[in-house]
């Protein structure tokens, strides 16, 4: 988090905090501009929209409307109507999407496509795609696969309303699944807030090491950087570190050394399914950050390693897929609910374990 005051128009103190790192994907926090606008004395009434685009120059009208209308936008901890006037002693809070940054340049690929409309589309990302170009990662990315999509769009009637990716949340590299992408202004803000509030509705699929002793459960822990290694993330269930994280767990499958389980994020954190799982002992099917990609438990028989040594093979990265998202349209206030297959190696690796369940099952019945 970086922070800093500068003074905006005479008689508020500005205090700008942004929360990122460019170094790894983001978390939902991580996607958003937080602004907190402070009023001292001396400031004369005037209506907030203008009183933002004073001190927000760089900031367009449209945006702070849509932030306004989203909800976005508080004054004393309350929503804000664009004609409120500010007044000494106010504390105005902003809340603003980023924006995709202006020198990217769009690249043709195929990109699986799901769902579009005008305000945004749902497209399924395989493993090993990197969501938005980064150190090391600068083409090649969904973002330039999507300014490429919208550059093929018809013309808009004017130039403000051309489509931009709006990458309301991201998901690994390595991991598969679906993800909105916001196409117009309106739509970021109001998307955005859903996660912001966490009204979404995701489910992930995961496969991990270990047998689950309890059906279903809820894991609860802090989770942030961790302490020696940077690129890293660690869970601190006393709270004393990083920030909050829920995620609830089911188990769907068990077949002795790994068990598949179904996600559901309460909040968006880096690696959050992956930490937390890690954290009560069962870390993802070959996720190399967080333990998973050499066999765990046993004692194992021959059969049984060739059997874990071949899911490994057939699936090399975690083993992770965000399935299902829901949420609520941006226009037409509809919910809107998305499911997604899992990717041929997941899918391998599910068939190979129930085939070997079933004739373990056959044998002992015999």
Same mark, same amino acid.
């Given at each position: 988090?970086?922070?800093?005051?500068?003074?905006? %128009?005479p008689g508020a103190t500005q205090t700008t905090r942004h929360y990122y790192d460019s170094e790894t994907e983001q978390d939902d926090d991580g996607l958003f501009e937080h602004y907190t606008f402070e009023i001292a004395k001396g400031q004369s009434p005037l209506r907030i929209d203008k009183f933002l685009s004073n001190v927000m120059p760089m900031t367009s009208r449209?945006?702070?409307?849509?932030?306004s209308l989203t909800g976005s936008i508080t004054v004393n901890e309350k929503s804000a109507k664009m004609a409120y006037k500010v007044k000494p002693a106010d504390i105005i809070k902003v809340m603003l999407p980023f924006p995709p940054p202006p020198e990217l340049k769009g690249e043709p690929m195929e990109l699986d496509i799901r769902?579009?409309?005008? %305000?945004f589309l749902m497209v399924h990302k395989p493993p090993g795609m990197v969501c938005h170009p980064s150190l090391g990662h600068w083409a090649g990315t969904l973002v330039n696969g999507l300014l490429w999509h919208f550059e093929q769009l018809p013309p808009p009637a004017t130039e403000q309303e051309h489509p931009r990716p709006g990458l309301v949340h991201r998901i690994d590299k390595d991991t598969s699944g679906l993800l909105v992408i916001a196409k117009a202004e309106y739509a970021m803000a109001h998307i955005s807030r859903q996660f912001f509030d966490h009204t979404t509705d995701r489910t992930y699929y995961a496969l991990v090491w270990g047998d689950m002793a309890e059906e279903k459960g809820t894991v609860v822990a802090h989770i942030g950087r961790h302490p020696k290694m940077r690129k890293l993330y660690h869970a601190y269930p006393e709270g004393e570190t990083g920030k909050s994280a829920i995620t609830h767990y089911k188990v769907l499958e068990r077949f002795g050394p790994l068990t598949l389980v179904a996600c559901v994020l309460e909040t968006g954190r880096t690696h959050q399914i992956r930490v937390?799982?890690?954290?009560?002992?069962h870390p993802l099917l070959s996720d190399s950050f967080y333990g998973g990609d050499s066999?765990?438990?046993?004692?194992y028989g021959k059969k049984e390693l060739d059997l874990l040594h071949k899911c490994?093979?057939?699936?090399p990265r975690q083993a992770l897929h965000a399935k299902t998202l829901g949420l609520t349209h941006p226009r037409t206030g509809e919910?809107?609910?998305f499911d997604s297959e899992l990717p041929e190696d997941f899918q391998q690796t599910l068939d190979l374990l129930r085939s070997w369940k079933a004739q373990i099952y056959s044998s002992e019945n015999n």
């Open positions: 988090m970086a922070e800093s005051k500068v003074t905006g %128009q449209s945006k702070i409307k849509n932030a769902y579009e409309d005008d %305000q937390h799982l890690k954290h009560i002992g066999i765990r438990g046993g004692p490994l093979q057939l699936l919910r809107m609910v």
